[in-house]
């Protein structure tokens, strides 16, 4: 099956630093990637949707300019998270579809952010 | 209203019995596709199986089938000779082609439990 990396697996930074986590799909070209965000055994929740070329769609109630998002290839994907405060802490999840009728996407194994 | 449903917080099942884990849908869209994934502790998610709406025959992977009834919208998850490694969380999702700009949506998902 398709594979997506994500790195770091784990971060922990302090409060007011800036966090970046990338995203690649290692054996497929991704032309949509999708950030996710999930709180500890809840349910996934979208933040953006990356499409390779062009600016991030970013979900209602989202910060564009706290979680920025860059998909220059269309292997890679980044988000960064900027000024990160405590209430950022989560666990950050990325994954990749094949093409925009591509129906499965695979997910990154997941970065757990820590903001102290 | 909820566009997926996982009636089950929880689930516990006995080592090599089969389980039935539960999702109900919501959509108008007339082509889409459900999909499962599974979370270990890890918190990788790892696509299970997937089940497309035009599909007539229900889908199935080694243990793992779905048991697709579209007049009902549902699309259950039945893991059969339950394993130890089973033990997890596990998530129902749908992407609707012509509506919700083709992203997936995620239900709250189950925490099944393997008992030895």
């Known amino acids: 099956g398709a594979v997506v990396s994500q790195h770091p697996s784990r971060v922990i930074c302090k409060s007011g630093t800036s966090v970046k986590i990338e995203c690649r799909s290692l054996d497929f070209q991704a032309t949509t990637m999708f950030w996710y965000r999930q709180f500890p055994k809840k349910s996934l929740m979208l933040m953006a949707t990356s499409n390779e070329g062009s600016k991030a769609t970013y979900e209602q109630g989202v910060e564009k300019d706290k979680f920025l998002i860059n998909h220059a290839s269309l292997t890679l994907s980044t988000l960064t998270v900027t000024s990160a405060h405590p209430e950022d802490s989560s666990f950050y999840i990325c994954?990749?579809?094949?093409?925009?009728?591509?129906?499965?996407?695979?997910f990154g194994p997941g970065t757990r952010l820590t903001v102290l | 209203a909820q566009k997926i449903t996982q009636t089950q917080p929880g689930m516990f099942v006995q080592e090599k019995e089969a389980v039935t884990l539960d999702c109900t849908y919501d959509t108008s869209d007339q082509s889409y596709g459900l999909f499962w994934y599974k979370q270990p502790s890890s918190g990788e998610m790892i696509f299970l199986i997937y089940q497309g709406s035009y599909d007539e025959q229900n889908a199935t992977e080694g243990r793992y089938s779905l048991n697709f009834q579209k007049a009902r919208k549902s699309a259950n998850l039945v893991i059969s000779a339950s394993q130890l490694g089973d033990s997890a969380m596990y998530f129902c999702a749908m992407r609707e082609v012509n509506t919700n700009a083709g992203k997936s949506t995620f239900g709250d998902g189950t925490t099944l439990t393997v008992k030895p």
């Open positions: 994954s990749a579809r094949a093409g925009e009728h591509a129906d499965t996407q695979y």
